[in-house]
């Protein structure tokens, strides 16, 4: 299968930024686990291809046209979240609203994810109209891997052994 990859920002967009309780940019750890999630999936005989595979930005448009000059089977994006509230934790998965394709894929990409995390909160499958979403052509996720404005899932994010786990997780729901 051949899996375009998308690792959410980078370069002058950082994502979002965790403060607390140190300074960890989104772009980074969405690198760090896309890498990750080439080797696995590479490992099992797929053909990957990443939307960047450094430290640069690359608009929404480039990303989904990229996937679909790559007539890619599947597209994975993946960020970090972010909110007001430091206490909001947990994993979920986006689809766009109403895809059938993308729900087929996110469901086990979220039940994998989930558990392999099981102390982690389960958020779902929510729908949006995201643009990586709206204009790739093959069915399309986004994975939300925990909250980076969480100090504790801060730290989980930080951890390069977390990136690996999560990376064959999802490899493993796809
Ligand atoms: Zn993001």
Redesign the pocket.
Known sequence: MKVCIDP??GGTDP??SGKDPFVLN??DV?LSICLFLKKELEAKGHTVFLTRDKDIAVSLSDRAEFANQKNADIFISV????FANNTAEGIETWIFSGSKSGKKLAEPVQKSLVATFSNHKDRGIKEANFQVLRETQMPAILV?CEFISNPTQLKFLSDKENHEKIAKAITLGI
């Open positions: 959410g920002h994502g979002a989104e772009k969405n960020h970090c979240n972010s939300e």
